[in-house]
């Protein structure tokens, strides 16, 4: 079975330019979530969906960070303008919305903003 | 909120035993969570306690405490690749009823 798919899975990019993230949960799942990993702040919850839904975004840093999710088989995340700060991975995950099911990781998507 | 404490490196030799330890504050608590991330992949789920008691899996375990808020992770007959990060996660009611919160990690390394 196909895990969360995501691309690109290493992006370097220069200070001000638009950068996007693209995911395709587990076929089935309808909760999907962005996280975003750096050494000093570990794994951090940015925005989760629930059937296509933002639910909480309360983690997306600021106005420059945007995502959809316009099916269910497929989610974005953008950044506009991207900044040397927002250099981390990011991940997307999916779950069943089931206070019970874990979440599964797709591999990582590796920004370096130059 | 959530809060989540985990120790930051830990180090064991080949063949023993070593436990993580995994304190958390949270307003919701509905499940705890550890996940192994081996550097430059994705967090991938070990296991899950809800209640209280330990959960086993081959040579891993974990247990729960909710009155303590306390969790920790058991590794058995460590092997060379059970060098990690190992992530402790609550998922907690009071912000959503699906999303996990992770601590930061402990970084595992397992010496011959």
């Known amino acids: 079975d196909a895990g969360v798919i995501q691309s690109p899975r290493h992006e370097v990019t220069e200070m001000g330019q638009e950068v996007t993230l693209r995911c395709k949960p587990i076929s089935g799942h309808n909760s999907l979530f962005w996280y975003r990993q750096t050494m000093m702040r570990g794994l951090e919850l940015l925005i989760y969906?629930?059937?296509?839904?933002?639910?909480?975004d309360s983690g997306m840093p600021e106005d420059r960070f945007s995502a959809k999710m316009p099916n269910a088989s497929f989610s974005t995340l953008k950044i506009q303008p991207s900044e040397p700060r927002d250099s981390a991975v990011y991940f997307c995950?999916?779950?069943?919305?089931?206070?019970?099911?874990?979440?599964?990781f797709g591999e990582g998507s590796w920004l370096t903003v130059v | 909120g959530q809060n989540i404490d985990q120790p930051t490196e830990m180090t064991a030799t080949e063949g023993a035993i070593v436990q993580i330890n995994c304190t958390y504050q949270?307003?919701?608590?509905?499940?705890l969570f550890w996940y192994q991330q081996h550097a430059g992949e994705a967090p991938t789920f070990l296991s899950y306690n809800v209640l209280d008691g330990l959960e086993e899996k081959g040579r891993f375990s974990s247990f729960l405490s909710r009155s303590k808020g306390y969790s920790y992770l058991l590794l058995k007959e460590l092997q060379m690749k059970d060098s990690a990060s190992y992530l402790c996660a609550v998922r907690d009611l009071s912000t959503g009823a699906n999303n996990l919160f992770f601590g930061t990690g402990t970084r595992l390394t397992v010496i011959p």
């Open positions: 969906f629930n059937n296509n839904v933002p639910i909480d």
């Open positions: 995950a999916s779950s069943l919305q089931n206070s019970g099911n874990t979440i599964y």
């Open positions: 949270t307003s919701g608590f509905n499940g």
